[in-house]
């Protein structure tokens, strides 16, 4: 059975799952009505990603942090990683595997807030897969695209619904919801506190990767090299049908990102106010 039709019997059977939507979905989908679509499908929960991307985030700096001669290659893009693997396994010893992947870090967390539910990763990328089949498969993650998700919502009839507005992620993190943008562990970690501007790299397309590497290779000064295998990163993954541009990609990921931290930044003022009133009684 493929991904997909692993899916469809998970969904048949009623075993529980958990859909673990990657960042770069405000692409393809709108947000909240697909919580409530993947729930009417049959998912127990829906949870954000970029949850376990904060957690990838976290790792890397500690590497970085604890020592200052730790050089890393990032890990997130699958494809990316094979390549090193195939091409230049001497530097693998570089691959920050010790920082989990976003999806690797959210089914942990999915494993551990929701015993006996098999997470599934719902993304941009084909080789989500292999990462998941050959580098993790203890987690059991079933990784498919937003375009085989289709083929699984109209398997079901499972139509957009407005009535889906008021469903909400059950675990969700604004501040890493730029991940799949080039750059996005850089720009959502604290990366640029602890590293001058010339110690990271931020490199996206295959046809850049190569030299990349060489710079990376002789030039010892770069600790870390934040790397995506598709153009301008995961927001261009195969896995993707849409009509927009990569432009067009970005600001979508980039006005959702926007949108939670102000609701993350207001619900801190009102949570402060709260407890500030509280306090006078
Ligand atoms: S950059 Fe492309 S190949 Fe790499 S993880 Fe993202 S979508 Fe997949």
Same mark, same amino acid.
């Given at each position: 059975m493929n991904e997909p039709e692993i899916l469809i019997d998970l969904l048949?059977? #009623?075993?529980?799952?958990?859909?673990?939507?990657?960042?770069?979905?405000?692409?393809?989908?709108?947000?909240?009505?697909?919580?409530?679509?993947?729930?009417?499908? !049959?998912?127990?929960?829906?949870?954000?990603?970029?949850?376990?991307?904060?957690?990838?985030?976290?790792?890397?700096?500690?590497?970085?942090?604890?020592?200052?001669?730790?050089?890393?290659?990032?890990?997130? &893009?699958?494809?990316?990683?094979?390549?090193?693997?195939?091409?230049?396994?001497?530097?693998?010893?570089?691959? $920050?595997?010790?920082?989990?992947?976003?999806?690797?870090?959210?089914?942990?967390?999915? @494993?551990? #807030?929701?015993? !006996?539910?098999?997470?599934i990763?719902i993304?941009?990328?084909?080789?989500?897969k292999?990462?998941?089949?050959?580098?993790?498969?203890?987690?059991?993650?079933v990784s498919v695209t937003y375009k085989q998700m289709k083929d699984v919502f109209d398997h079901f009839? /499972?139509?957009?619904?407005?009535?889906? #507005?008021?469903?909400?992620?059950? /675990?969700?993190?604004?501040?890493?919801?730029?991940?799949? /943008?080039?750059? !996005?562990?850089?720009?959502?970690?604290?990366?640029?506190?602890?590293?001058?501007?010339?110690?990271?790299?931020?490199?996206? $397309?295959?046809?850049?990767?190569?030299?990349?590497?060489?710079?990376?290779?002789?030039?010892?000064? /770069?600790?870390?090299?934040?790397?995506?295998?598709?153009? !301008? $990163? &995961?927001? @261009?993954?195969?896995g993707?049908?849409?009509?927009?541009?990569?432009?067009?990609?970005?600001?979508?990921?980039?006005?959702?990102?926007?949108?939670?931290?102000?609701?993350?930044?207001?619900?801190?003022?009102?949570?402060?106010?709260?407890?500030?009133?509280?306090?006078?009684?």
């Amino acid at each position: 059975m493929n991904e997909p039709e692993i899916l469809i019997d998970l969904l048949e059977k #009623k075993q529980p799952v958990v859909a673990m939507l990657a960042p770069s979905f405000p692409i393809v989908y709108q947000y909240p009505h697909i919580a409530g679509k993947l729930k009417r499908l !049959g998912f127990a929960y829906v949870v954000e990603v970029s949850a376990g991307a904060k957690n990838t985030n976290s790792a890397a700096i500690e590497i970085l942090k604890n020592d200052p001669k730790a050089r890393i290659i990032t890990s997130p &893009c699958a494809s990316f990683v094979r390549m090193i693997r195939t091409k230049h396994p001497h530097l693998k010893q570089f691959l $920050g595997f010790a920082a989990d992947s976003p999806m690797v870090a959210t089914a942990r967390i999915v @494993n551990e #807030k929701y015993p !006996g539910h098999r997470a599934i990763f719902i993304g941009p990328c084909n080789a989500k897969k292999l990462e998941a089949n050959e580098d993790y498969p203890e987690l059991e993650i079933v990784s498919v695209t937003y375009k085989q998700m289709k083929d699984v919502f109209d398997h079901f009839q /499972i139509q957009d619904e407005p009535n889906d #507005k008021n469903t909400k992620f059950d /675990i969700e993190e604004a501040n890493t919801r730029l991940y799949p /943008i080039s750059g !996005g562990l850089a720009q959502s970690s604290l990366v640029k506190d602890l590293l001058a501007d010339d110690e990271i790299e931020v490199v996206s $397309g295959w046809q850049n990767c190569e030299q990349a590497l060489k710079r990376f290779e002789t030039n010892e000064r /770069i600790r870390l090299l934040d790397i995506l295998f598709c153009d !301008g $990163g &995961c927001i @261009n993954g195969p896995g993707i049908d849409s009509p927009l541009n990569t432009d067009q990609r970005r600001e979508k990921v980039i006005e959702f990102w926007k949108k939670g931290t102000e609701m993350t930044f207001f619900t801190t003022i009102k949570q402060m106010l709260a407890g500030l009133s509280k306090s006078k009684i």
